[in-house]
């Protein structure tokens, strides 16, 4: 699992190799045992020309990993899943880190702690139920169109429901807290007295903000993309639920291989595909963050 | 510009919470279709308290979510540790088999336990659950522990063992104090997706053993009546109070008290 | 907490079981006698309190249920878990892909007094048919057609309105590509389960595009959505309707236009490893008998009885009873089996058209 380390330091009662291996190895063990063995196995079956169950006979084939060649118009709807991870991460971003700031700077004791809590409270109501909320506000003659009518009672309906928007806004709301806690953790040990000193040194707020709160909030960030951006990708509630007739992502695809079609190799092959994506995309992020990632 | 960010951080928290007031709402109104105008009615609480399938599957979902919190949180971060802390070959491929459990989508992940669980003869049950509760929940506390040491000032930790510490006491004295926030976000977090966690307790729960995402879940079919409002607004409550009391007794002198 | 122990043991024994190619034998199960396992759509029938209520009072035996959410599911549940169900509740269009794996016991019809009521045509469905023994019994079946709000439904009688101006961004189409390709297929006057011309069907979904508002997957969600006013026009369930009408008052109307409808049978099954095979087919007796349909359809809505006795016995004016004529039993087109390469054709065609929706 883990290797010896380098020039190691004067001896100790446990060679440092095995200290790092201890400490990784229960988490590792149980997501090999849950996790990825189980994976193996729906590796293998994407080899597969069907799942090996009952009397089929199943053969080797790649074909499956083909399917973008073979279904031509999965490529709109992968480019268009992508793009929906890259806004909600954007916004999410975007709101998220000065809502984290917020959080650390403009509040103290008591009432940060309270804060804090209620940022991630959203997060232990269910998710379904949650979703189905948003439907009742932004459909037709929904909670947002009244409360709008208060204000102006000729106005039109948005009709948010059931358009891509309206996932956006499902999805942002289902992943925001994640940035936002990411966020804080980095940023909450920015210590003032740093920012103090740029300021003293002439330095701008906008300056400030870009030279030395968002390098140090850089880890926050990222573990919120992570959390945020991958699982984005894969989703179907909110598609499914805020998105009508438009609500089609590599997620609702997925999904129907294995409810509609029983194609559990071609719905692992697409899985596997978008994990590839996914992992390419991160090999070419962390290369141009490399230094900021991680400390020392 | 304190102001400002309060007035935004208010914001924001409208917005979080403008479903879940739509949620709590419900609970309390009469249609069972979800249809306005509002009447009130305390009906869906009454049914609640006859409804022994739900109880039994929210009794059910809380005690996966404590256990699952308990063990992903403690293996999760002395992962999390290792990974941020120490340099060894090999690091770069364990932070990214992080990625699988969060990036393929459950239904996968949740077919391919059920599988693999019933060759090797792990098969359903409350062992199964956990089992793939605490996997899943595991890649959210080692990235949210990750975020919070890569955070700190290491040579706060190298400054005491310059004093004559070791690196052990260091880690003991410096760090895990400094990494309490963290830890417990972590650990609100591993909760939360036990808690919702649908697709991998539907497939490993036995036959008449329930969670409550799951007969949620498998109630949209018939069609789910403001009851699983009510149980929700019950368990959104039980979780307010439940987190104020342990913010008072725990201190949380790390989030709050220390600027 | 005491039952997922005993499970726990009861599946590392059946793990070593299956290792050692046991499966199907018989072996030491530690159930109480007089209880049954049923495997379902959740709130189908099966599952009424009244009637288990009533089942334990006559027979003794305790009836506890699991659900499913698709019929892979099922099939899946069914694969994984020998020795966990006494009755199954399966599609006719599959019956009998799930005998073929061995994975279900043909039914005695002596065992089953209440079947001579069923109606021959459903009873002797070659759907239940493989290798010459019968693997359900007829329960209900329904219709996959529209429903229409009744305000508008006047003059319906053709899914023709589905592509006309009125119907422009009003429309709610099911999520199921048998269904959907089915329908198609009857516009153009095609085989509903192996159409000759599946590039026009596809084309024929794809003019759907500006009426179609949302695709819905679950009845609750049909509901929700029909009564906030989204729609006036869908694809529906014709027992599914008559549901909505009776529990929530919507004014629905389910129409079967000229084309034609898509006809779909259930039946109840018997796993072949079922440890409680007598008790499994004494409840599929009750559920095939008038009491318990006759209440079910009244209180709560049901698809139609496949016991013709059954629906005799509901009141005249009863929705399902009027949905549901008999006549309809010869006309229909039934969902059947189908390979699994067409099937797959299928699911590719409708994901086609669901791209193009959104695109």
């Known amino acids: 699992m883990s290797e010896p380390q380098g020039a190691a330091p004067a001896p100790r009662s446990l060679r440092p190799g095995t200290v790092t291996a201890l400490l990784v190895a229960p988490a590792y063990a149980w997501l090999t045992l849950a996790i990825f063995l189980p994976l193996v196995a729906m590796l293998v079956f994407s080899f597969l020309t069907v799942a090996p169950f009952g009397n089929r006979v199943a053969e080797f084939t790649t074909t499956h990993y083909l399917v973008f060649f073979n279904r031509p118009y999965l490529v709109e709807v992968a480019l268009r899943s992508l793009a929906l991870g890259a806004w909600t991460t954007g916004i999410c971003a975007a709101i998220g880190l000065p809502a984290a700031l917020a959080l650390s700077r403009a509040f103290r004791g008591r009432t940060r702690e309270l804060l804090f809590f209620l940022v991630i409270l959203p997060f232990w109501t269910n998710g379904l139920v949650r979703v189905f909320s948003w439907t009742m506000v932004l459909r037709e003659n929904g909670i947002l169109d009244d409360a709008v009518r208060v204000l102006w009672p000729a106005a039109p309906s948005f009709g948010l429901l059931y358009s891509q928007p309206a996932i956006v806004i499902g999805l942002v709301h289902a992943y925001l807290p994640y940035m936002i806690l990411t966020c804080y953790l980095s940023v909450v040990a920015i210590d003032d007295a740093v920012l103090e ?58 999904e129907d291989q294995f409810t509609q079609a029983f194609n559990w190799p071609l719905g692992s092959a697409l899985s596997f595909i978008m994990l590839a994506v996914v992992l390419v995309i991160f090999a070419v992020f962390s290369r141009a963050l490399r230094g900021r990632l991680t400390a020392s | 510009m304190t102001a400002l960010g309060k ?121 199964a659950m956990v089992l793939g509760h605490v996997a899943l929940a595991i890649p959210y506390v080692v990235l949210v522990v990750g975020a919070g040491l890569n955070a700190q000032r290491i040579d706060l930790e190298e400054a005491a063992m310059s004093l004559g510490s070791t690196p052990r006491h260091a880690f003991f004295a410096v760090t895990l104090p400094l990494l309490m926030p963290s830890l417990v976000a972590a650990a609100l977090f591993a909760f939360a997706v036990s808690l919702d966690q649908f697709v991998v307790s539907y497939f490993l729960a036995t036959p008449g053993v329930s969670t409550l995402p799951v007969e949620i879940y498998t109630s949209i079919r018939k069609g789910f009546t403001p009851e699983v409002n009510a149980v929700s607004s019950l368990l959104l409550g039980a979780s307010m109070v439940l987190i104020v009391v342990f913010a008072r007794l725990s201190g949380m002198g790390g989030v709050g008290g220390r600027r | 907490m005491r039952t997922l122990v005993d499970r726990r043991r009861f599946n590392l024994m059946l793990g070593a079981g299956v290792a050692a190619g046991a499966l199907g034998a018989a072996m030491p199960r530690a159930r109480a006698a007089g209880k049954i396992t049923v495997l379902n759509w959740q709130g189908y029938g099966t599952d009424e309190a009244w009637a288990l209520k009533l089942f334990a009072e006559q027979t003794g035996i305790e009836v506890v249920h699991d659900n499913y959410n698709s019929e892979q599911e099922m099939f899946t549940k069914l694969r994984t878990n020998p020795g966990a169900y006494d009755v199954v509740v399966i599609n006719s269009a599959w019956t009998s892909r799930i005998a073929e794996e061995g994975l279900l016991e043909p039914i005695d019809f002596a065992t089953v007094p209440n079947a001579v009521d069923l109606d021959p045509l459903l009873k002797d469905s070659g759907n239940f048919v493989f290798d010459g023994k019968t693997y359900g019994v007829a329960w209900v079946w329904g219709m996959n057609a529209l429903g229409v709000r009744k305000d508008k439904a006047a003059g319906v009688d053709s899914y023709d309105v589905l592509l006309a101006p009125e119907s422009a961004d009003r429309v709610a189409l099911f999520d199921d590509a048998i269904t959907e390709i089915g329908i198609a297929a009857l516009m153009l006057g095609q085989k509903i389960d192996d159409p ?17 508002k949302l695709i819905w997957s679950s009845e609750d969600q049909w509901n929700k959505a029909f009564s906030a006013g989204e729609f006036d026009y869908s694809i529906y369930w014709s027992g599914a309707a008559g549901r909505s009408q009776k529990a929530f008052n919507l004014p629905v109307e389910f129409i079967v236009p000229k084309e034609g409808a898509i006809g779909w049978l259930d039946g109840l099954s018997v796993p072949a490893s079922a440890p409680n095979k007598a008790e499994a087919v004494s409840f599929i007796n009750w559920m095939i008998d008038p009491a318990f349909y006759v209440k079910w359809a009244t209180d709560v809505g049901a698809p139609a009885s496949a016991n013709t006795k059954a629906m005799d016995e509901l009141p005249a004016d009863d929705p399902q009873k009027l949905i549901h004529k008999t006549e309809y039993l010869k006309q229909l087109q039934f969902m059947s089996p189908m390979p699994d390469e067409r099937r797959q054709a299928f699911v590719d065609a409708w994901e086609e058209v669901k791209a193009f929706y959104a695109s």
């Not at chain 1, 919120?224 to 590599?250: C, D, H, N, Q, Y």
């Not at chain 2, 999390?80 to 802390?85: E, G, T």
């Not at chain 2, 340099?87 to 932070?95: A, D, K, M, V, Y």
């Open chain 3, 196 to 212: 000759s011309d599946m590039p026009a069907v596809i084309d024929k979904l794809k003019a759907m595009k500006p009426s179609v």
């Open chain 1, 197 to 254: 000193a740029a300021k003293s040194l002439g330095a701008r707020a906008p300056v400030v903000f870009w030279k030395i709160v968002l390098p140090l909030a850089a880890p926050g960030l990222i573990a919120g993309s992570v959390l945020i951006f991958v699982p984005v990708i894969g989703s179907f509630m909110e598609p499914r639920i805020l998105g009508g007739k438009a609500g089609v992502t590599i997620g609702t695809v997925i």
């Open chain 2, 7 to 127: 007035a935004f951080l208010f914001a924001v928290l409208v917005f979080l919470y403008l479903p879940v007031a739509v949620l709590v709402a419900m609970a309390f109104n009469a249609s069972p279709l979800y249809a306005l105008p509002f009447e009130f009615t305390l009906h869906w609480f009454e049914a609640l308290s006859g409804n022994a399938k739900l109880i039994a599957a929210t009794r059910n979902s809380i005690l996966i979510a404590l256990l699952t919190t308990v063990i992903a949180t403690t293996i999760g971060s002395l992962a999390a540790v290792a990974l941020s802390r120490r340099r060894f070959r090999g690091r770069t491929l364990l932070q990214l088999l992080l990625l699988p459990p969060i990036a393929i989508p459950w239904l996968i992940i949740g077919t391919a336990m059920l599988v693999f669980f019933f060759w090797t003869g792990i098969g359903r049950g409350l062992h």
